[in-house]
């Protein structure tokens, strides 16, 4: 691996309080991420399961982890399984995790090769009333994919086809929507990077540079900094193209006079950050690009107030909202009457910001959480305000990663440049 060896006990801690979830007699199984196809004998970079991940955290695929607390045999309430290495596989893919390798990176004393696994099941089972089994409970997702997990719950059902099965997402989406100290040191060194990509961009960008050559100098100054590269699908787009929410062509060319978006951030050891910001492609800031530029960074930062512990998801929005409003307005996008006059749904508004303003942010880009969880300490969140005015070809949005604290936000991007006057500043250093 390219990161530096993450703490043990992180995962020791995540196994320990998903423990304190479950019911009696209950058994915890959780499958690695296949790896993916593409074409004829190629594949895809493999990706881990993020819940696998936060549990031991291994990133290596054909990995089990069986969890039955309440086994009679101490020996059989926590074990990893993990794909035994050949001669072979080591020349073609490189080494594999050994059992010492795997113990000293998880915290888990007992562990097997995969190979085991069918028979150390049948061994377990039996013994358990209830069996928790992972599936991806997202509100967004879109499941296509059969994944290794989706698999097992068919085989396992059919195998034993009487025991009381139970969903182990909300139990991991009440655990992962808090973050550890250690995952929050993980994330800060995702945003670290990512501010590193971001002001090497600085000196870059001009007229006539492609999208396509600005996402080639972020990877490379994501990837030698022992990132792996990009948490999501880069959004690079200048002038209109802004204006498009998951735009991700990268393939127009920045011309002189227009603004360029960039929601692009790195990951770190399996952690994702989140950044946007918007840019003046030749350096200097038109009068009505900064109005705009400004009206949004300030709805960020009204944002950043309401954030607080105590407030949910629905009311926030709705607030923010309230605030984009009266920004919207001062910049004669909609009239005030005609404001005051509109639905609740607040139709004049979300013709210039129709998205969400802030998402939980962890091992998955938009992390998992418990509909409308109330904030609170310890959580941390996206703060991405936008406004898209489509008739003039100009999209702003800027966004920050800010951890919920007690008595105010800490902002782990506030090392990374967003005043105009300083993004300005170091554009014209050349």
């Given at each position: 691996m390219r990161y530096e060896p993450i703490d043990p006990q992180l995962f020791v801690r995540n196994r320990d309080r998903l423990r304190s979830l479950l019911k009696p007699?209950?058994?915890?199984?959780?499958?690695?991420?296949?790896?993916?196809?593409?074409?004829a004998d190629g594949s895809m970079s493999f990706k881990q399961n993020a819940d696998l991940m936060y549990l031991t955290g291994v990133d290596q695929e054909e990995t089990i982890l069986v969890l039955m607390p309440d086994a009679k045999d101490p020996k059989q309430r926590e074990i990893l399984l993990v794909k035994e290495t050949s001669e072979l596989i080591a020349i073609w893919d490189g080494d594999k995790l050994t059992k010492e390798q795997a113990?000293?990176?998880?915290?888990?004393?007992?562990?097997?090769?995969?190979?085991?696994?069918?028979?150390?099941?049948?061994?377990?089972?039996?013994?358990?009333?209830?069996?928790?089994?992972?599936?991806?409970?997202?509100?967004?997702?879109?499941?296509?994919?059969?994944?290794?997990?989706?698999?097992?719950?068919k085989q396992c059902q059919a195998r034993y086809p009487l025991h009381s099965y139970q969903r182990l997402a909300p139990l991991m989406h009440r655990l992962r929507i808090t973050k550890d100290?250690?995952?929050?040191?993980?994330?800060?060194?995702?945003?670290?990077?990512?501010?590193?990509?971001?002001?090497?961009?600085?000196?870059?960008?001009?007229p006539g540079v492609g999208e396509w050559e600005v996402e080639a100098e972020l990877l490379h100054e994501f990837v030698r900094n022992k990132?792996?590269?990009?948490?999501?699908?880069?959004?690079?787009?200048?002038?209109?193209?802004?204006?498009?929410?998951?735009?991700?062509?990268?393939?127009?060319?920045?011309?002189?006079?227009?603004?360029?978006?960039?929601?692009?951030?790195?990951?770190?050891?399996?952690?994702?950050?989140?950044?946007?910001?918007?840019?003046?492609?030749?350096?200097?800031?038109?009068?009505?690009?900064?109005q705009v530029y400004?009206?949004?960074l300030r709805v960020l930062r009204g944002a950043n107030e309401i954030l607080r512990p105590g407030n949910n998801?629905?009311?926030?929005?709705?607030?923010?909202?309230?605030?984009?409003?009266?920004?919207?307005i001062g910049l004669g996008l909609i009239d005030a009457k005609a404001a005051k006059e509109q639905g609740p749904d607040k139709p004049l508004v979300k013709k210039y910001f129709m998205h969400g303003t802030s998402h939980h942010m962890g091992l998955d880009v938009h992390d998992v959480a418990p509909p409308n969880e109330p904030f609170a300490e310890g959580m941390v969140f996206t703060i991405e305000p936008g406004i898209y005015i489509r008739e003039e070809g100009l999209g702003?949005?800027?966004?920050?990663?800010?951890?919920?604290?007690?008595?105010?936000?800490?902002?782990?991007?506030?090392?990374?440049?967003?005043?105009?006057?300083?993004?300005?500043?170091?554009?014209?250093?050349?």
């Open positions: 007699n209950s058994i915890v199984i959780v499958h690695s991420n296949d790896i993916y196809p593409t074409n113990k000293a990176a998880t915290g888990i004393e007992r562990i097997e090769w995969t190979h085991s696994f069918d028979s150390l099941l049948h061994t377990l089972v039996p013994q358990a009333d209830h069996i928790y089994l992972p599936t991806n409970e997202h509100l967004r997702a879109s499941v296509i994919v059969e994944t290794r997990n989706d698999r097992f719950i100290p250690v995952e929050i040191d993980i994330i800060q060194k995702a945003c670290n990077i990512t501010g590193k990509g971001f002001r090497r961009l600085l000196g870059f960008v001009k990132s792996r590269g990009f948490a999501y699908g880069p959004i690079i787009g200048s002038g209109k193209n802004a204006c498009v929410l998951h735009y991700i062509e990268n393939s127009a060319v920045c011309n002189d006079g227009e603004m360029l978006l960039l929601d692009v951030a790195a990951e770190y050891a399996g952690w994702a950050s989140d950044l946007t910001r918007t840019i003046p492609v030749n350096g200097r800031f038109t009068q009505r690009q900064r400004d009206a949004v998801p629905m009311d926030y929005q709705k607030q923010v909202i309230e605030i984009m409003e009266g920004e919207l702003i949005r800027l966004e920050n990663d800010v951890l919920i604290g007690k008595d105010s936000n800490f902002d782990l991007m506030g090392n990374i440049p967003i005043e105009a006057e300083e993004i300005e500043a170091l554009m014209n250093v050349r």
